[in-house]
């Protein structure tokens, strides 16, 4: 009978069927059936305040599944998951359990890995229950309670390769379904008891309960007052290639995921967003039933990372810097750039397929702790934070938090693990990041985007000149134009730099990079220490030979290991301290650079701990092929102070002590070179393309080949009128995109589409898309005489 139950409701297709189902079976309608959710009625709160994202929470229920995964083999391996011989991290864990994880990046492999847990869709497409299967550890009937069924419990806090550790990820995923219908069903993993199964659901309040009650609870099955459970070996649940026999298995009924149909692609990428590097793949499945022509119905997630690595019609390039602080610990950046075009599309087409494929949750800055996402930042901190506008669309970042210490960790990420809390350590680590990110090869990135146009400004000096004379002398806009000729003049009266010979560039020889390193030195290494300022920052350099990409490809990547073996101090106290006693952050804040065409780059900066005169002995080791290890010793010596230059006034952004954008034109035979080299989409419908660093604006690109300016000329009658008509669309377009600028930025209006308000668009976007419409048109047909002659009429 039991079975037959549990038959009937793991058969429902949408919350509409299991509707029908308690209306009509005995059990199910039964009120003294159901009881709440961790013995608590006031449970709504608990449950509804996790993931605000339906994926977020998906992703939640995936990782209880690796969790339970790793569980299993531990116990099989005959490890207790708390004692201090169990592995100490999820890596490890892998690295010890499942001896066959270096081959995960060969197809089949990795596909039969992935069977151990499945994403399978069920039902009708606008209407998906989604059943995710997992062949882990499973729970006895008697413990569904205190598991699946607890809030708060801290069952895994002293399993360390685990990553749940509150038993909350079993709940953040029911109020995305719509009823909250969400049946659980497991047997142990060694076969023995029963096979339980229970239906959680979102309480139905009573016309008597509607006027008593504030809120309504979530509640469970029970029958008998007892987990319903029934003997079986095997049940046929229609899993890829097997039958269910142990483990754990969870239907979510008309799950709520907008902008998501198909599992085996849609889902995927968005699953690959939110799990970076998953330590186990997962696979996602599709039926013929709801995509009869669709060829692909079952695919792998195994992370965003290696869709980065192997996507290389998209990914122009990638590095990594791992730093070593005092503040937090331990962190890896690594940063995606895309390329700004690719072959046979044109930029509009490139963006809207990179935003399609690896931001459909906006997310450009990503913080992961073992593979999984927990918050994010958007594009907004590329554009305010770094002030790199021309990448926004083309930079995916993600921070590994795996290693940082715990008391700075606890105090980012919310406990639903989806996003980052609004605090002080937050901010702390953003301001860390966007000092370090605008002095690493990022910098060189977005300069050479920006420079790599070869296009000739115009001299806007006359332009601004013969404007300003018929201006207000009191007005704002007067004081910024005589503020640009002011700083022009200014720039003319500097000293010309003297010139230096010219001589012959040293012929580069081209590097061949080596899958592993054969060497590994310190340049111009010297016989005495190497001296680091007290406060300053020392950086050295190392040749190797290795590929840029061996500390962050996922198969066999290497690493660089700097430790601390000798500490002399100049104090009071005198002698020797091994390097032992303090880890290398807490004497040294480091940051290691991933190699670049045979250079590798380490930056030290003394803590306070250290004063002048300390001499420290650092070894630097990077692993090879194999075992194999090179290592180099540099002694280093903490000196005074570098005498500090007076520091140049900060550059506020600030409309008061800037000059004008440079105006750029450019005609169709240059539209190749702008979009190619910089990603600025230049076709037929551009009027103009703003380019800002932040919120100063740097250039703007006007296109003297428009369709509005070109269906404008057709109508003039001599070389004499087309002239001067193109002088005036050059004005009237560069000044009302300027003035559109900087009222937008003073009043500091926050820009977002209608169909997703947390995505920003910053002003330079929002000024093009005003242009690329109607406005410039208006501009060009109608001049303020014509404009009040027609108001008169």
């Not at 006031?42 to 994202?53: M, R």
Request: aromatic share 10%; proline share 4%.
């Amino acid at each position: 009978m039991l079975k037959a139950l549990f038959e009937s409701i793991y058969n429902c297709k949408t919350e509409l069927d299991v509707d029908k189902l308690i209306s009509v079976d005995f059990h199910l309608s039964k009120a003294e059936n159901w009881f709440p959710i961790g013995q608590n009625e006031s449970n709504f709160s608990i449950i509804e305040n996790q993931q605000s994202n339906p994926i977020a929470a998906l992703v939640e229920k995936v990782t209880n599944s690796i969790d339970a995964i790793l569980m299993k083999k531990c116990i099989e391996a005959g490890l207790d998951p708390k004692a201090k011989n169990a592995p100490k991290s999820m890596d490890e864990a892998v690295e010890l359990f499942f001896v066959d994880n270096k081959n995960w990046d060969l197809n089949s492999t990795r596909r039969k890995q992935a069977e151990d847990i499945q994403i399978i869709a069920d039902g009708p497409t606008r209407q998906s229950s989604v059943i995710i299967y997992d062949n882990g550890e499973g729970q006895h009937p008697e413990n569904f309670e205190s598991t699946f069924l607890s809030l708060m419990r801290g069952n895994k806090n002293e399993i360390h390769f685990v990553q749940g550790k509150y038993n909350m990820g079993g709940s953040g995923a029911i109020v995305f379904c719509g009823k909250g219908y969400q049946l659980i069903a497991s047997k142990r993993f060694d076969g023995l008891g029963k096979f339980g199964f229970t239906l959680v659901r979102e309480h139905p309040l009573s016309k008597d309960e509607l006027e008593i009650k504030k809120n309504t609870w979530y509640e469970y099955l029970k029958i008998d007052n007892n987990i319903p459970s029934f003997d079986t070996t095997k049940l046929d649940l229609k899993l890829l290639n097997r039958e269910f026999t142990t483990g754990t298995v969870i239907k979510m009924y008309s799950y709520q995921m907008k902008g998501v149909s198909g599992f085996a692609q849609d889902l995927n990428q968005n699953l690959n967003e939110f799990l970076f590097k998953p330590v186990l793949p997962v696979f996602t499945i599709d039926t013929k039933e709801r995509y009869p022509n669709n060829k692909v119905l079952e695919t792998t997630v195994y992370g965003l990372q290696r869709r980065l690595e192997e996507e290389k019609d998209y990914v122009e390039d990638w590095f990594s810097e791992e730093y070593e602080d005092v503040l937090f610990g331990k962190m890896k950046v690594t940063c995606y750039l895309f390329k700004a075009k690719q072959d046979g599309k044109t930029v509009k087409e490139t963006k809207a397929d990179i935003q399609r494929r690896f931001f459909k949750n906006n997310m450009s800055t990503l913080f992961s702790m073992n593979g999984q996402v927990h918050g994010h930042y958007t594009s907004e901190f590329i554009t305010r934070g770094l002030k790199y506008n021309l990448l926004k669309d083309y930079l995916l970042i993600n921070v590994d938090c795996t290693k940082m210490k715990y008391e700075f960790r606890k105090d980012l990420f919310m406990a639903s693990r989806d996003r980052l809390k609004n605090g002080a350590k937050a901010e702390e680590l953003r301001d860390y990041l966007r000092k370090k990110l605008t002095k690493s090869k990022l910098d060189e990135i977005n300069k050479r985007r920006k420079d790599s146009i070869g296009l000739e400004s115009e001299d806007t000096s006359e332009l601004i000149k013969s404007f300003a004379k018929n201006l207000s002398k009191d007005s704002d806009l007067f004081k910024l134009l005589q503020n640009t000729l002011k700083l022009e003049e200014r720039a003319k009266e500097k000293p010309e730099k003297k010139q230096t010979l010219n001589r012959p560039a040293k012929e580069q020889v081209p590097f061949k990079p080596e899958r592993f390193p054969s060497f590994f030195k310190l340049q111009h290494k010297a016989n005495s220490p190497i001296p680091v300022p007290v406060g300053g920052e020392k950086t050295l350099r190392f040749e190797t030979d290795v590929e840029d990409h061996y500390f962050d490809r996922t198969d066999n990547p290497g690493d660089l290991q700097v430790s601390i073996l000798r500490v002399k101090r100049t104090d009071s106290n005198g002698g020797n301290e091994k390097g032992n006693t303090k880890e290398p952050g807490e004497l040294l804040n480091i940051i290691k650079s991933s190699p670049d065409k045979g250079t590798i780059k380490i930056t030290l900066n003394p803590d306070t701990d250290l004063r002048q005169g300390d001499e420290i002995e650092i070894q630097a080791s990077l692993k090879g092929a194999g075992e194999d290890f090179f290592q180099e010793i540099v002694f280093l010596k903490i000196v005074d102070p570098e005498q500090k230059k007076e520091p140049a006034p900060e550059e506020t952004e600030s409309f008061d002590n800037i000059g004008l954008p440079e105006l750029v034109k450019v005609s169709k035979e240059q539209w190749d070179e702008v979009e190619i080299k910089s990603g600025i989409s230049m076709n037929y419908d551009t009027v103009l393309a703003p380019v800002a660093s932040g919120d100063i604006l740097e250039k703007i690109y006007i296109n003297i080949d428009s369709n509005v300016f070109l269906n404008y000329r057709k109508k003039l009658k001599n070389e004499d009128q087309i002239i001067v008509a193109q002088k005036r669309y050059i004005a009237a377009v560069y000044f009302h995109s300027l003035f559109l600028y900087m009222i937008t930025k003073k009043k500091n209006y926050r820009l977002s589409p209608s169909d997703n308000i947390e995505e920003e668009i910053t002003v330079d976007t929002y000024i093009s898309d005003v242009f690329d419409s109607y406005y410039s048109d208006f501009l060009l047909n109608f001049g303020m005489e014509q404009l009040m002659g027609s108001l008169e009429d």
